[in-house]
């Protein structure tokens, strides 16, 4: 579950928000961090209702959003919310501040038309205004992977580090990211009787979808080594990866250790455990892979994500035409 945190809002509301929390993570399989995101941005909102209807109302004390003050919303009271967003300086969770970016004033409206679908979805009200709001053009982004030598040295750092069954995990753990093109937390979900044993991973990804992922038998031998050496005795249904107390491993420690190497191998900040998911994709379709089995093996639900790939490969073709052809420089 996501962060505790008290919103500013009348009890049915605060009920409402709890009921659509769990739905998006028993229905959905939404991952704690996209949970903890969308309470963050539910909680901006009903902070701005609370300032912005207190006023309208003229109340000298606080006042607290009712489900009947968000059914009653127009676009332009959406739009008051996007002006006040973007006219605050906003504290980050680490508490420095910044000025929300289009990203992040994409994925709040994002928030809010989720959040809406599930209340019209469960007949608790229906306001539309939200759907007319406009979201803001975003960047295009482009995926950034390792090169094929970067993902080896980078694995190969990881098997060097001498930090005993722990070592072993992190080496699994990469290694089954690079080679079955996983998200992080799909990897972190595993327990140990998902573990397969004839060579394919069934993965529950985003909306619960499950997709059939092949394995290498690489893979399969860095686990059991991990395995073999873990100080815990784990059983069938205990997770697959886990930390120094036993416990499921948590996101930020994958994402620590990746740092730790990215610094000592002075590679990019782009050089992150998702980076091997992005590798993953950018060497099959540099080796002849075609997208739509791509896009089946990343559990992408639209061809249109898995193509961002395919200007990646084209990128890259270019610069090394660039650097090797001889008539490329005037």
Not at 27 to 50: G, I
Request: net charge positive; with cysteine; hydrophobic share 35%.
């Amino acid at each position: 579950m996501p962060h505790t945190i008290d919103f500013i809002a009348k009890p049915n509301v605060k009920s409402t928000i709890d009921s659509w929390m769990q739905w998006l993570e028993a229905e959905r399989n939404y991952s704690v961090h996209t949970l903890d995101a969308y309470s963050f941005d539910l909680n901006d909102f009903l902070t701005f209702l609370s300032e912005y209807l207190g006023k309208m109302k003229k109340m000298n004390k606080e006042y607290k959003p009712s489900l009947n003050d968000l059914k009653k919303l127009k676009v332009i009271d959406f739009r008051s919310y996007l002006v006040w967003r973007n006219g605050n300086t906003r504290k980050k969770r680490n508490g420095k501040k910044s000025e929300p970016s289009r990203l992040s004033t994409a994925r709040a409206l994002s928030t809010l038309r989720n959040f809406y679908r599930f209340l019209e979805k469960e007949g608790i009200l229906d306001n539309q205004s939200i759907q007319l709001i406009r979201t803001p053009k975003l960047p295009k982004s482009i995926p950034k992977p390792l090169s094929t030598s970067e993902a080896k040295d980078v694995l190969e750092e990881f098997s060097s580090v001498d930090n005993g069954w722990i070592s072993d995990r992190d080496v699994a753990f990469m290694t089954l990211l690079y080679g079955c093109g996983l998200r992080i937390g799909e990897a972190l979900q595993l327990n140990i009787n998902d573990v397969p044993t004839e060579g394919t991973l069934i993965i529950s990804g985003k909306g619960n979808k499950q997709r059939i992922v092949p394995v290498l038998p690489v893979v399969l031998r860095f686990i059991k080594k991990y395995l073999d050496n873990c100080k815990f005795k784990l059983k069938e249904n205990d997770p697959l990866f886990v930390g120094m107390r036993g416990k499921r491993l948590n996101a930020g420690v994958a994402q620590r250790q990746m740092r730790n190497v990215r610094i000592d191998m002075h590679l990019p900040k782009s050089a992150t455990p998702h980076a091997f998911r992005h590798s993953f994709a950018t060497h099959l379709l540099a080796n002849g892979g075609d997208l739509r089995t791509i896009q089946e093996l990343l559990g992408h639900a639209t061809l249109s994500t898995t193509q961002r790939y395919t200007e990646v490969d084209s990128k890259r073709l270019l610069e090394v035409y660039r650097d090797s052809h001889p008539r490329a420089v005037a």
